[in-house]
């Protein structure tokens, strides 16, 4: 008998500065799904120098590591998700999403002095 798939930890809302590598956490227990992310609603492809597995996802850590954070690509609500563990089951699993804030520099500063 096969235990049903389980979040161990999600991830969750986290501020990084501009050009940061920031880990995004997904650890599930008896994972026998595929793990994926989405970023706004939209799938998250694995791409070298960008975003890449972090963890031993065969083993259930379907963490992922956001390189060179960037506020125009990376900001947004972030959701790991597992596929059913067989087409008879009905353990996908969607976490609820952690909000990913990119901190950016000031494109000016200004300085008032009052005489």
């Known amino acids: 008998v096969q235990a049903i798939q389980e979040f161990i930890k999600e ?24 793990c994926r992310w989405e970023k706004d609603g939209t799938p998250v492809g694995m791409y070298e120098d960008k975003y890449e597995w972090a963890g031993v996802h065969e083993s259930g850590d379907c963490s992922i590591r956001v390189k060179d954070a960037s ?32 901190r950016t520099h000031p494109e000016s500063v200004k300085l008032f002095v009052n005489n």
Do not use: H, M, P
């Open 11 to 34: 991830s969750e809302d986290i501020i990084v500065n501009t050009g940061d590598d920031v880990l995004l956490q997904c650890q599930v227990r008896n994972k026998a799904g595929e």
């Open 71 to 102: 506020a125009e690509y990376d900001t947004g609500v972030w959701q790991c998700q597992v596929t059913a563990s067989d087409f008879t089951q009905k353990d996908t699993l969607i976490s609820l999403g952690g909000f990913l804030s990119i």
